[in-house]
């Protein structure tokens, strides 16, 4: 039954209303024929190659002429797609050869020759499809009786339903018998594009313009279009006329489609997706894209398009540098978007990191484990082989390759060789992978660290020693001089040193994520920074209320500064502990060192002891300002990210850097936010699929 089909309507002719096509239900190909003949279909597809050209033996088939007809061929009652139809029209063509009358033959050989003519004519026709992105070949049997066999005339035609084909695609027909009489006919025909949707840009935006009818009411969604979830769309409208749809250049990723169809009942939606080969939905695909730590052996990548990957592990070493790739011993996996994965490893450690790469380019690279093990660790990674008849060597990995322990080399691996050979046999370093082939070992170098700094303090007062000596010498003029470097390298030193203890109310997992990227960024600039995720061990063993005196007493004794960081978990502890000041002492919870600290850091506030000791912040995305009680306003109360240059001059104290330097750090400190406080902002158990995009309707042109 003739049913009208919007998007081809709009792709055939200005006036959509006009046009209908036929529709095909199923899947299968079918065959028919003209009135009088007979014709078979084979099964399958074949490999089509044409032979050389014959002389016939008589009268035989040929085709004549192509023709086609673009219908729809729907495998559900929402679900066409546009199809070919193609009709080969068949003539007869030759006669059969007279021969000589002989002698002897008589009326026997009169009955021989009427046979084969009064026979039925048999051809097997072909049929080659090619386009951009198919290729087909069928075969069609068939039979012409012997009362429609006249050389030179038309018998009639064959139709095959049909091959199938994508809009604006070029396509090309071959018809010839086989066996080959004559030269195969050639059909090339080009499908109807799309004129009526173009995507222009304008700087920073992009433009869908459709240009339809005014009378033709449709509706148009944008999706994206995965292989491993089920379709969703993210912009949806019921539109009128001519539109613009105005995206932004960064909403554009190779997988976003449009939907279109009629508003009208059982109408057929049909789907086209414009940027896959887009180089900037490319970018945008992986600027997208996020590593999200799932457990302490499970990850994923999350983006909004499937993407051809590979990830490998990596070791960061604190010092900088590029991180390591750990292969081998640990090979390469092909990464499936928005799907959890599993670490071959035992443990977990701040220093390893994921790289995920595309066509051999390195794409995102995130150590996960930095925001709940905190910042990178002075650690050296020991790669211990393992090959045959139990034969065992080990080396570390540094930025020159992996360094044999016992070697004469001259880094920092081979010098202290043994002493790591020591610390690994004496049980000092962690295990993080085991397999048939090796293990990979992280052994601390701390201590290492300090018999170094106990040379450069020797070193230090050498070189005091001298300048005492000079001054002596050249009292006037050196003592100006070393009154400003003590100024200078007291300034850095308190820059460098300062304590910051981070206060905060444990609400949920994901708002301690957040906790934990910002104490692992404040690390970075660098502050030395206490938080109790860091000390789960110290929790429980003394308790909260302990641990908090503790380590307020050594942050205020240093001249550090106490941060509390105010949410809406916080805000209630705070009213509650005001109300009734009796129950709201109870710990909440046996890591809850927020709910313990209220009964020490109110009576400051409230004596007024609050003010240079105390700094108040909160995520303005995450709470009101006007939220925060009138009582903690007594020193600055600081919204993050926003006021970030504020947060960190407030942190660093008298050592503050240049505005210049102050501006790239709190940069710094916002790009470690961001993740954290986006998947703050999600609805619970949404997954991160990158940034939130969404178009807007513009004026009707």
Not at 143 to 167: K, T
Not at 228 to 253: A, C
Not at 584 to 606: G, I, N, Q, R, T
Not at 662 to 671: G, T
Request: charge should be negative; hydrophobic fraction near 40%.
């Amino acid at each position: 039954m003739p049913v009208p089909w919007f998007l081809l309507s709009l792709a055939l002719g200005r006036s959509p209303v006009v046009l209908s096509l036929e529709r095909i239900v199923g899947p299968q190909d079918t065959a028919r024929c003209s009135p009088g003949l007979s014709c078979h279909l084979w099964d399958g597809d074949l490999l089509c190659l044409p032979g050389s050209i014959v002389s016939a033996p008589g009268p035989v088939l040929v085709p004549t002429r192509l023709q086609t007809e673009l219908v729809l061929r729907c495998h559900q009652e929402t679900d066409c797609d546009l199809c070919v139809r193609v009709a080969v029209h068949l003539a007869v063509r030759g006669h059969w050869e007279e021969p000589k009358d002989e002698e002897g033959l008589g009326g026997v050989a009169d009955s021989e020759r009427e046979e084969p003519r009064n026979a039925s004519l048999q051809a097997q026709v072909l049929l080659s499809f090619h386009s951009y992105t198919t290729a087909r070949c069928v075969l069609l049997e068939v039979e012409v009786p012997a009362a429609l066999v006249q050389p030179g005339q038309s018998v009639g035609s064959v139709v095959f339903d049909c091959f199938e084909a994508a809009l604006g695609a070029e396509v090309q027909i071959w018809s010839y018998t086989q066996p080959t009489y004559q030269k195969g006919l050639n059909f090339t025909q080009q499908l109807p594009a799309l004129p009526w949707l173009n995507v222009s840009a304008d700087g920073d935006t992009v433009h869908l313009v459709l240009d339809v009818s005014e009378e033709q009411h449709f509706g148009l969604s944008l999706y994206w279009n995965q292989d491993e979830s089920p379709t969703k769309p993210w912009w949806h409208r019921n539109l009128t006329g001519p539109q613009t749809i105005t995206l932004n250049h960064t909403d554009l990723v190779p997988c976003l489609c449009i939907q279109v169809w009629p508003l009208e009942p059982d109408s057929v939606r049909t789907s086209i997706c414009p940027f896959r080969k887009d180089p900037r939905a490319h970018r945008n695909l992986w600027r997208a894209a996020r590593l999200q730590l799932l457990s302490p052996r499970g990850w994923r990548l999350d983006a909004p398009c499937s993407l051809l990957a590979e990830a490998t592990l990596c070791w960061q070493a604190l010092g900088g540098g590029p991180c390591q790739p750990l292969v081998p011993p640990l090979s390469r996996e092909n990464v499936t978007v928005n799907k959890a994965l599993e670490f071959p490893l035992l443990k977990g450690h701040p220093n390893i990191c994921v790289q995920v790469s595309s066509w051999e380019k390195l794409q995102l690279q995130e150590c996960l484990w930095s925001d709940s093990l905190g910042p990178l660790k002075d650690d050296m990674l020991l790669v211990e082989t393992r090959g045959p008849q139990n034969n065992r060597s080990l080396c570390a990995l540094e930025l020159s390759g992996c360094t044999p322990l016992l070697s004469r080399a001259s880094t920092r691996a081979a010098r202290l060789g043994e002493h790591l050979l020591q610390d690994l046999q004496s049980g000092q370093c962690l295990q993080l992978w085991d397999g048939d082939l090796g293990a990979l070992w992280a052994c601390p170098m701390n201590k290492y660290t300090h018999q170094r700094w106990a040379l450069v303090w020797l070193a230090c007062l050498l070189l005091a020693a001298v300048l005492f000596l000079l001054f002596l010498l050249k009292k006037d003029h050196v003592k100006g001089w070393l009154r400003l470097l003590k100024e200078d390298f007291h300034a850095g030193a308190t820059a460098r040193s300062r304590a910051a203890l981070l206060l905060y109310s444990a609400d949920d997992e994901r708002f301690e994520r957040l906790v934990g990227a910002l104490a692992s960024a404040l690390c970075q600039l660098p502050l030395r920074v206490a938080v109790d995720l860091w000390s789960r061990r110290e929790l429980s063993a003394h308790g909260p209320l302990a641990w908090f005196h503790a380590q307020r007493r050594q942050t205020l004794q240093e001249g550090g500064v106490v941060v509390l960081l105010f949410s809406p978990g916080a805000v209630a502890l705070c009213h509650e502990w005001l109300q009734d000041r009796t129950s709201a002492s109870e710990v909440h919870s046996p890591h809850d060192a927020f709910a313990a600290s209220l009964s020490c850091v109110l009576p400051d506030f409230l004596q007024g002891r609050a003010p240079g000791r105390y700094i108040g912040a909160y995520f303005d995305s995450l709470l009101s300002p006007d939220a925060v009680p009138t009582l903690f306003r007594a020193v600055p109360v600081l919204a993050l990210p926003s006021q970030l240059p504020d947060f960190l001059r407030a942190l660093q104290g008298t050592g503050v850097p240049r505005p210049g330097r102050l501006a790239d750090k709190a940069e710094q400190v916002s790009r470690a936010l961001q993740p954290a406080l986006d998947c703050c902002l999600r609805p619970p158990g949404t997954p991160e699929t990158g940034r939130k995009m969404g178009p807007e309707a513009g004026d009707r042109t």
